[in-house]
């Protein structure tokens, strides 16, 4: 995904809607950055690309359907993506603005904001952009976008942290390892440690 660069003058001053739904295109990222993840329904992401005065609105949605290794017994986690999001980028630091947004390096007036929206504002254009999704193209040729690797980051970001098999799951015996949803063990329990036996009855009123 990070070679789809595009030029923001192509998009439209009412926007332009990618649709990312090439297979390929996300097993190389998938593949890239080591993730354990199956694609069991294909992944389809679109988002629609606004240029605004003081950077650019990515407005989009991801769907799809992975298996993920369960964080208690590994075997696999089914998950259903439905992820909505917005970002806004801005324009990179020292960019022209584009055709049709001379205003775009302005503090913005006005506009029946509050005191709260323009400070948020103000927030939103110290901050750096984006380099893997908003950069300034080389040799002055104007601003590039890549809607792919918003795509992506967004897609991680709607992945569990801890994928369960399920809730119930019991996942491995710490000893012998055997899948506890499948079968018991013999092994021992951990009693924890012995010099902490004495607070074992302790009871800590709230």
Not at 12 to 29: H, I, R, S
Not at 105 to 123: C, F, I, L, N, V
């Amino acid at each position: 995904m990070d070679k789809n660069w595009f030029p923001l003058q192509g998009v439209p001053a009412n926007g332009k809607t990618f649709v990312l739904e090439d297979p390929a295109a996300w097993a190389t990222p998938l593949q890239e950055f080591g993730v354990a993840c199956r694609v069991l329904e294909p992944i389809r992401a679109e988002i629609f690309v606004l240029a605004q005065e003081q950077g650019v609105l990515f407005r989009g949605s991801i769907s799809g359907k992975v298996a993920l290794p369960c964080d208690r017994c590994a075997n696999d986690s089914e998950v259903t993506i439905r992820h909505r999001f917005d970002s806004f980028e801005p324009y990179p630091a020292d960019s022209p603005a584009p055709a049709g947004k001379d205003s775009a390096r302005q503090k913005p007036g006005r506009t029946g904001r509050d005191d709260a929206d323009e400070s948020r504002m103000e927030d939103i254009l110290a901050g750096d952009s984006d380099e893997a999704v908003i950069r300034q193209a080389a040799h002055g040729r104007g601003i590039e976008i890549n809607p792919g690797a918003l795509a992506w980051e967004e897609f991680s970001l709607a992945l569990p942290v801890k994928p369960l098999c399920r809730e119930a799951c019991r996942g491995l015996c710490p000893v012998c390892g055997v899948n506890r949803n499948a079968e018991s063990c013999s092994c021992a329990r951990e009693e924890g440690d012995p010099r902490l036996a004495a607070l074992q009855g302790l009871l800590v009123k709230k």
